[in-house]
């Protein structure tokens, strides 16, 4: 992988990309949580025998830095984005993956810019608020107030590693398929940051509503949801398919939260066969 950094117009974003080879563009935003492209490689870069990757740690993730401003919008991180694809452009067709929370960002941004991207892959993530309401009695387990404590500690000390050790307490509801033990095993390979979780917890999901965004979007869109995903329930997948015009959904069964890392055979082969249509159609 070839890293680089991005200077934006709000600070700073790293960038990894895979050789040049002008096959078209993906460009990966993570989920969530505090996390970071390490969400997301090394398990989709089997994907390089289709496409040419640039994974991006979203502001406040990863090597990123802090937004500026310490505004952590969806239209904020679509900015971002925005401003890395003008810099790093390399082919006339791109597309944009998004996985949890970063399709949410990818849904804002292709409504915001509608005409940059000719394709999109959206990986278990939701439209409205209900992924925060219908995950089921398991979600109980997050403890909000813990969660807070660990974001305030992050603040005053980045090394401190409460955050990170919560994250990885959470396994098994992000990897159900796993046993206990082999799910924080995952989580814990993952680089955790609290920069943006407070702000957005606060001011992005409680009655988020990205229908409008999602109707907007015209272009060929992949749909996954893994039919044990405990974090968001596959029902939000299936209204994203229903409110983007072009989109096929692909349940993953016995998959959770994270099926290209769980079933990555069958991610791939879903993703290869849906691009050769799409190829085919247009």
């Known amino acids: 992988m070839i890293e680089s950094k991005i200077v934006t117009q709000k600070g700073s974003v790293a960038v990894y990309s895979t050789e040049s080879s002008g096959r078209p563009q993906l460009y990966c935003i993570h989920g969530g949580m505090g996390l970071s492209s390490d969400s997301l490689m ?10 040419d990757l640039v994974f991006i740690d979203q502001r406040g993730c990863g090597k990123s830095t802090p937004a500026k401003d310490s505004s952590y919008l969806f239209s904020d991180f679509a900015g971002d984005i925005l401003e890395v694809v003008r810099k790093t452009r390399s082919n006339d067709i791109i597309g944009i993956f998004g996985h949890s929370m970063g399709g949410m960002i990818a849904v804002e941004t292709l409504a915001l810019f509608p005409d940059i ?52 307490a959470y396994g098994p509801l992000y990897f159900p398929e796993l046993a206990e033990n082999d799910a924080r095993t995952e989580m814990a390979k993952f680089t955790y940051r609290g920069d943006a979780m407070s702000f957005m917890n606060e001011n992005c999901f409680p009655g988020m509503d990205l229908r409008n965004q999602a109707e907007s979007i015209h272009i060929p869109t992949l749909i996954f949801s893994g039919e044990a995903d405990l974090v968001v329930p596959p029902h939000c997948s299936v209204a994203i398919a229903e409110s983007v015009p072009q989109s096929v959904h692909i349940a993953i069964e016995g998959a959770g939260h994270f099926p290209f890392i769980t079933q990555p055979n069958k991610f791939f082969k879903q993703v290869s066969q849906w691009w050769e249509e799409t190829r085919r159609k247009s």
């Open 42 to 51: 090394p398990w989709l870069l089997p994907l390089a025998t289709i496409f």
């Open 117 to 168: 991207f000719q394709f999109a892959i959206l990986s278990n993530s939701a439209i409205d608020a209900s992924w925060r309401s219908d995950g089921g009695n398991d979600l109980s387990s997050f403890k909000t107030d813990a969660m807070i404590d660990a974001v305030k500690l992050y603040a005053s000390d980045p090394s401190n590693r409460r955050l990170r050790d919560l994250a990885i």
